[in-house]
């Protein structure tokens, strides 16, 4: 081989390491996302034209499809007031915004301010939808390059001032929002956007899907038409007026007490039936015998969360369902087969849930077993004054956990048990209570989930301590009992020490000490 030979072929050896280390470097430089800057300025190109008008008045109306259920859906947005209207089969849920102040009513008539999980959540919401989030990098999180259903996107945590976490995927080629994420309850939900058109010089996503995982239960939203130019009527925007028990003075009925439950008799079409009394349930809960029993047409295909998430859930009219005297008219309820998704453990004729409670004041002296109830604000109130959030459907309250922390629980007089705590809460803080092998089986819809019990040195419900509660530690992944907002639920285990006055229209509850009061003190 001569000289030459050999430095040619140096030479070229070189010249090809230098070819594919630049081959490298395009690649990794492909590859690396671009800066959050970057991002924030294909998303603001993304979404409105150079010079489009900035909206005033914009209305969306469409259809709804989901969980064996079709309907329709109206949106009505003007300067800080919004109205939404959501109607699935005969489930109707409004929510109106004016200001910051943000009132729901459900399909039974019943109206909440919120104030906790969901108030937060629209914070966010609002601040993605608006494009303001753009003008904020502060408070953002890039957390770069992912993909959504094999499209190359870019993800960012999102938070507005005191509102909840959300992410936000943009697609990586046009920086139309693909997909928001947060969490919800046991787990996380999505919504899938797509079929983005201009209005106005503005971009819309003409299609939606809302997801918990379970796909089954996906609720899809077609948008049909975006009005940008049409005045909406100040009707639109008008208060919530909530729809009232017929009753005309409270009335005191004596309540059965059974296995740690409490159960009222209630009428329905000239029949006498026996329901739990369950502030921890979201609705009124017809069992699936006594629905058909009653002629009662049920329809739909949704997911219920207990003890675990589980289908066979249902909805029907109800005309007339009386308690003590109160009639409750026109309601919405669901149905499900009590006994069957309980593993058999409540072969019970149904469940007293929100809707009992938000239409009127309820008081449960628990140790001697009576329950008064009585039109809003009829019943006179003692005892420690405790606000209580009822974004959810339930009442939740935040309770003081052995002197040091301040957490959120429900409360929940459909609980047997003394305390429940639930799995993210323990694992978030480690040594809150002993550790035990799992022992124990809880039950509730869906089944059963395995639990340990274990105790609880101190919980203060307003100023009263309770000492040495027993505490079920759930260990469910999934459904009611892995909930993360949470920390758990105090049931009647502990209620049973106080007389409860349950006030929704004030949105607070109130603990008197009761007959049998006892704060554990001496317990071992």
Do not use: C
């Not at 993304?46 to 900035?54: E, F, L, T």
């Not at 089969?89 to 910051?100: C, I």
């Amino acid at each position: 081989m001569s000289a030459s030979a050999l430095r040619l072929r140096v030479v070229v050896t070189f010249a090809s390491l230098v070819a594919a280390l630049a081959y490298t470097d395009a690649r990794a430089e492909a590859a690396r996302p671009p800066s959050l800057r970057t991002v924030l300025a294909g998303y603001t190109r993304a979404m409105s034209d150079p010079g489009a008008v900035d909206l005033v008045h914009v209305q969306t109306l469409g259809t709804l499809a989901g969980e064996g259920l079709t309907g329709t859906f109206g949106s009505w947005q003007q300067g800080d007031s919004e109205r939404t209207d959501e109607m699935l089969g005969p489930r109707v849920e409004r929510t109106l915004r004016v200001g910051n102040r943000l009132i729901a009513q459900d399909a039974n008539g019943d109206v909440r301010q919120l104030t906790g999980v969901l108030a937060r959540r629209d914070l966010t919401q609002r601040f993605i939808d608006s494009g303001e989030f753009a003008r904020h990098p502060e408070r953002l999180v890039f957390l770069g390059a992912t993909v959504v259903d094999g499209r190359s996107a870019y993800a960012l945590d999102v938070a507005a001032i005191g509102g909840e976490t959300e992410t936000l995927y943009l697609d990586a080629s046009t920086y139309l929002p693909l997909r928001v994420a947060y969490d919800d309850d046991d787990g996380r939900t999505t919504v899938d956007l797509s079929d983005w058109r201009t209005i106005g010089g503005h971009r819309f996503a003409f299609k939606s899907v809302e997801s918990d995982g379970d796909r089954a239960f996906d609720v899809t939203q077609l948008t049909t038409s975006v009005s940008l130019d049409v005045p909406i009527d100040p009707a639109q925007f008008a208060p919530f007026v909530p729809r009232g028990v017929d009753m005309s003075a409270p009335v005191t009925s004596p309540l059965e007490a059974s296995q740690g439950h409490l159960f009222a008799p209630v009428r329905i079409a000239g029949r006498t039936y026996r329901f739990l009394i369950d502030s921890g349930s979201q609705d009124i809960v017809v069992d699936a015998h006594v629905a058909a029993q009653l002629g009662l047409r049920a329809i739909g295909a949704i997911e219920a969360s207990g003890a675990t998430r589980t289908g066979g859930l249902q909805v029907a009219r109800l005309n007339d369902l009386t308690v003590g005297g109160a009639h409750f008219r026109n309601l919405v309820v669901s149905t499900i087969d009590l006994g069957a998704s309980t593993d058999g453990a409540f072969r019970i004729d149904g469940i007293l849930g929100y809707p009992f409670f938000a239409q009127t004041m309820v008081r449960l002296d628990v140790a001697n077993h009576t329950m008064t109830i009585g039109p809003p604000g009829s019943l006179p109130v003692a005892g420690d004054r405790i606000a209580i959030d009822l974004d959810r459907l339930f009442p939740e309250a935040r309770f003081g956990i052995d002197g040091s922390l301040e957490e959120s629980f429900i409360v929940d007089t459909g609980s047997a048990a003394e305390l429940l705590l639930y799995k993210p809460f323990v694992e978030k803080h480690p040594g809150i209570v002993p550790f035990r092998s799992a022992d124990r089986s809880s039950y509730g819809i869906g089944g059963q989930t395995r639990s340990y019990l274990s105790a609880l040195d101190e919980i203060d419900l307003g100023d009263t301590p309770i000492y040495h509660a027993d505490a079920d530690v759930m260990l469910a992944n999934s459904g009611a009992f892995a909930d993360r907002f949470d920390a758990g639920n105090v049931g009647l285990g502990v209620l049973k020490n106080f007389v409860v006055t349950f006030d929704y229209a004030s949105g607070a509850m109130y603990l008197e000490h009761g007959a049998s009061f006892d704060d554990g003190r001496m317990r071992v």
